[in-house]
């Protein structure tokens, strides 16, 4: 009788286990410049998972996480981090999103038909916008040929069907526009003027477009019709480095630290950083103002 009462006990427990193993587990947690290799690790481990870290994964983090499901948790850290996780089986597997998308995506290929630019021009333009996804080109059908994952493949036919417009169809001739061109003066305020100027070169390979340092402008002797594109172009990409390194929710109100120029700032919707307002927050995607542009900064960017 007394063996068949430790059996029931036992049992008992077996089964709280069970379905105490069901449920998701929530913890609270406070880390302060941990090691993020250690937090991956006890993240890993609170999920029952084996963990396998990159040796790219490094730096340090403080956080204090309350009342969180470990996968939320661990979602969080990662997009905080910009590091990225795949599960494999039962092993939590960590790096950056690069070497998982190399070791874990599958790698399909596309094929894409050119209309009114040429293969190299499409080329050209991939390298700088796609440089993961290779790029192959049959000039005598017009054909580019794309290999790289789904994602990859998604964002250069993307880009190939904004680029292969009537407008951007070559000049017929050198000379009949050469009288067309003119030298224009576009200054930057906040972006990598030499980054930006290599790729409007790969853009258009043969007009004559420099970065002056001094001044902080690009010099671009062009076309009218070729000014405006370039204009917009540079438009979408002359926008201030915010970093998201924190979100915080507080009743009907939300805080976000955002960096800026390694200086962290304290903002709510409303509040503004160099001329920027902070308009909306939602799933943890920022979006400011300035003068009629907006852009959205998430954590990690």
Do not use: C
């Not at 916008?129 to 290999?147: A, I, K, M």
């Not at 070559?170 to 305020?189: D, V």
């Amino acid at each position: 009788m007394k063996r068949l009462s430790w059996l029931l006990v036992l049992v008992m427990v077996l089964l709280a286990s069970s379905f105490v193993a069901a449920e998701p587990r929530v913890v609270d947690m406070e880390f302060r410049n941990a090691p993020v290799v250690d937090v991956f690790q006890i993240l890993g481990e609170l999920a029952g998972k084996n963990v396998l870290v990159d040796p790219s994964v490094s730096g340090q983090l403080s956080f204090y996480l309350q009342d969180l499901p470990v996968t939320e948790a661990l979602d969080l850290v990662a997009k905080t981090t910009g590091y990225g996780y795949r599960i494999v089986g039962n092993t939590l597997v960590v790096a950056t999103e690069t070497r998982l998308s190399q070791e874990f995506s599958t790698t399909g290929s596309s094929f894409v038909p050119v209309n009114h630019v040429t293969v190299q021009d499409v080329q050209r333009l991939l390298t700088v916008v796609s440089p993961n996804v290779r790029v192959y080109g049959d000039e005598r059908l017009n054909l580019v040929v794309l290999y790289g994952t789904d994602d990859q493949l998604l964002q250069a036919r993307d880009t190939i069907r904004q680029y292969d417009q009537p407008q951007h169809s070559l000049p017929p001739s050198p000379e009949i526009e050469a009288q067309q061109f003119e030298r224009y003066t576009l200054a930057l305020e906040y972006a990598n003027g030499e980054r930006l100027t290599s790729q409007l070169n790969q853009i258009y390979p043969d007009r004559e477009i420099r970065w002056m340092e001094e001044g902080r402008v690009i010099q671009a002797k062009v076309s009218e019709r070729e000014i405006g594109e370039i204009r917009q172009w540079l438009q979408e990409r002359d926008l201030p480095e915010f970093n998201i390194r924190g979100i915080v929710a507080q009743q009907d109100s939300m805080m976000v630290l955002v960096e800026h120029e390694e200086v962290t700032d304290r903002m709510r919707v409303g509040s503004t950083l160099i001329g920027w307002t902070l308009t909306a927050v939602e799933d943890r995607l920022v979006t400011f103002e300035k003068d009629g542009r907006s852009f959205t900064a998430t954590m990690g960017r």
